[in-house]
């Protein structure tokens, strides 16, 4: 079974900055993509970043110039460094993992809240 676990979430004021982690562990299969997707209260969950093990990234158009993903393969952790926070940047942030191995296979952390709030 894989698990994600997230940490670094927190308050923070507009303008501010936040790292976020996420570290995998059980049986994954090495060539995955890791992201990062966000929930704020009312709204549908959607994409904010994604890496593959080979560091290709993509990012949504409203956070692009502003947060940086990034991954340590060898222990199959990945980052959310977002500066210039701004309100609706609030959200869940929740760490994904998947992979093909025949069929997809897809796990989620259990979420970390960013609040972003003079």
């Known amino acids: 079974q894989v698990q994600l676990v997230e940490s670094g979430g927190g308050l923070v004021q507009p303008g501010g900055s936040l790292r976020l982690s996420c570290a995998a562990s059980?049986?994954?299969?090495?060539?995955?993509?890791m992201g990062w997707y966000r929930q704020a209260p009312g709204k549908e969950r959607e994409l904010v970043a994604t890496?593959?093990?080979?560091?290709?990234?993509s990012y949504a158009s409203s956070v692009k110039d502003r947060f940086t993903i990034s991954r340590e393969n060898a222990n199959n952790t990945v980052y959310l460094q977002m500066n210039s926070l701004k309100p609706e940047d609030t959200a869940i942030y929740y760490c994904?993992?998947?992979?093909?191995?025949?069929?997809?296979?897809?796990?989620w952390g259990q979420g970390t809240q960013v609040t972003v709030s003079s």
């Open positions: 994904n993992l998947y992979y093909f191995l025949g069929s997809r296979y897809e796990y």
């Open positions: 059980g049986r994954i299969f090495s060539m995955n993509v």
């Open positions: 890496i593959t093990r080979s560091g290709t990234t």
